[in-house]
């Protein structure tokens, strides 16, 4: 009775008419929690049927028949719990998983009972896992729906969880203890930062995509758009339009330019299911606009997809506060000389390790391919690591890593700069280090490839040189000075282990004659897309000259 009562109401609270699967391509299952209730509930009638035939309808009581039934019941219902549990989030989340515990608790006694059925310490324990079961069933089912205020409960809100936590085993400061252990631990489960605006979407179970774009000499824009439903991949993201007379890089009279979609990342700001999106730019006659070094790159390296290219790049840049003046720097001269600031610790050495720590976590969230993170030779400089990335990813990442800093950035009240020589005189500029390699150098003797490459690269230096700052060199010039850990902007060198070096081999290459070299000349401001397409260009396609080569689609 109980479970055909639960039946009528779920199909009741459903909306529109309960289908399995859509009739569109692709297609897709619906309602996958309503389907998952009605399951249970089917379950529950279908045992009930069972006890009233055993108890009733049999000549003779069959106990085996529906401790049978019962243990089957537990088994479905534990494995449809634990795929209900993935779209849930918050306090839903934890209720879960406490259900989740006590029916496999539950279940194991259930199933030792049928080869101990007259075992007292088995019906005891039977009765208090039910009867816990019971109270949990209540509590989620009192804090799944909203209460009569019409207000859904706050996860962040302790009073709330206090309220809805009355019956559970675990108090409110335990879940906040916990929630503060998870940010440190497990970031990529996390929001690296607490603020309003990291709360989910709204009751509406609406979310929302940050579109992502750049229009050349490293400055990005975004704007939100809300969704009906979680998009699973780039592909069923839509195209949007934004104002390209404000961006300076269309008319007024013909201004609309278009967003579309190329890459999906979590958004660890709104957190879970809204989504970064990063998008490459068009104009309004849908040709890439001159700003949009993705789409050439994305075809040259799908000619050499075979090939497997990896990129790694190191973004340096410097923290600085909204007045120009470097972060944590005295407001009225110089800090010490720089030494004891590359990888340091201390107040006195690290300045806005806490900004560096959001941004990492941030990325983990997100799904950027983030390596790692140190402080650099100047201080209130940083560098964090993007990669190993194939192809085009390389410069999805980066752009978006990139675009994460600046938000976090935004929160502390500071600039991040990724001008290649931000302070003039004896101190550190600021690079993006790019690490490369093929399949063919990262197998056995593949160091015979890593020399062949840089031989091209030698002959090809002023080329590399203009591809690798937005202005053509003239960024560069600033920072190549053959001083501060790098070469001279106008000649080309190469070593194991030379940091002064155009390009560098890690010892450990050199030693296991495999894996992969750097490229130590690209500017910290560079795009990611014409550096990884410029060395495609010069390493794999074998193109000479200072001009790139014009292929034919």
Request: glycine letters at 8%; proline letters at 6%; one cysteine or more.
């Amino acid at each position: 009775m109980a479970g055909s009562l639960l039946v009528i109401y779920e199909i009741s609270c459903t909306h529109e008419a309960l289908k399995l699967m859509n009739r569109e391509l692709p297609p897709r299952f619906l309602y996958p929690k309503e389907w998952q209730h009605l399951t249970m509930f089917t379950l529950l009638i279908l045992m009930g049927c069972v006890d009233v035939m055993s108890k009733n309808m049999l000549p003779q009581r069959c106990v085996a028949l529906e401790k049978g039934a019962l243990v089957l019941s537990f088994y479905e219902l534990l494995l449809l719990m634990v795929s209900h549990v993935k779209e849930s989030l918050g306090i839903e989340l934890q209720v879960h998983y406490l259900l989740i515990l006590v029916v496999f608790l539950l279940l194991l006694v259930l199933t030792v009972e049928l080869w101990a059925p007259e075992m007292f310490q088995l019906w005891m324990m039977e009765t208090l896992l039910i009867l816990i079961m019971g109270s949990w069933l209540i509590q989620a089912g009192f804090i799944l729906y909203r209460p009569v205020s019409g207000y859904p409960w706050d996860d962040d809100d302790m009073n709330d969880l206090m309220f809805v936590t009355t019956f559970f085993c675990w108090r409110p400061d335990r879940a906040e203890n916990g929630r503060r252990a998870e940010l440190l631990s497990a970031p990529a489960n996390s929001s690296p930062l607490s603020s309003p605006r990291s709360h989910g979407p709204p009751a509406r179970h609406l979310l929302a995509a940050q579109n992502i774009f750049h229009h050349g000499h490293l400055r990005l824009r975004c704007k939100t758009r809300t969704l009906d439903s979680e998009p699973k991949s780039v592909e069923e993201l839509p195209a949007w339009n934004f104002d390209g007379s404000s961006t300076f890089q269309s008319e007024g009279s013909n201004s609309d330019m278009y967003l579309v979609p190329a890459a999906m990342f979590r958004d660890p700001f709104r957190k879970d299911p809204n989504k970064l999106v990063f998008c490459e730019v068009f104009k309004y006659n849908r040709k890439p606009a001159e700003t949009n070094l993705r789409h050439t790159c994305k075809r040259i390296m799908e000619m050499v997809s075979n090939q497997h290219p990896w990129f790694g790049m190191e973004q340096e840049y410097t923290l600085m506060g909204t007045d120009g003046h470097p972060f944590g720097w005295p407001s009225n001269g110089f800090p010490g000389p720089q030494g004891p600031y590359y990888c340091g610790v201390g107040a006195d050495k690290a300045y806005g390790r806490d900004i560096v720590e959001a941004h990492y976590r941030a990325c983990l969230y997100a799904g950027v391919m983030i390596t790692g993170t140190n402080a650099e030779v100047m201080p209130a400089q940083w560098e964090f690591q993007i990669g190993p990335c194939e192809g085009i990813h390389m410069g999805d990442h980066l752009w978006v890593a990139r675009f994460i800093l600046h938000r976090v950035c935004e929160d502390f009240g500071v600039i991040a700069t990724f001008d290649p020589k931000p302070i003039p005189g004896n101190w550190n500029g600021a690079g993006c280090h790019t690490n490369f390699s093929t399949k063919a150098m990262r197998e056995e003797n593949g160091l015979k490839y890593i020399e062949e490459a840089i031989e091209k690269l030698s002959k090809r230096h002023q080329y590399h040189i203009r591809a690798y700052d937005p202005k053509g060199g003239l960024d560069n010039a600033r920072r190549l000075t053959g001083f501060h850990e790098t070469s001279n902007i106008n000649d080309f060198s190469a070593g194991v282990a030379n940091r002064s070096a155009s390009i560098r081999i890690p010892r450990t290459v050199g030693q296991e004659r495999r894996g992969y070299f750097e490229d130590r000349r690209p500017s910290a401001n560079c795009d990611p897309y014409s550096v990884t397409e410029a060395l495609i260009r010069t390493c794999l396609l074998n193109e000479t000259g200072d001009e790139p080569f014009q292929y034919k689609n």
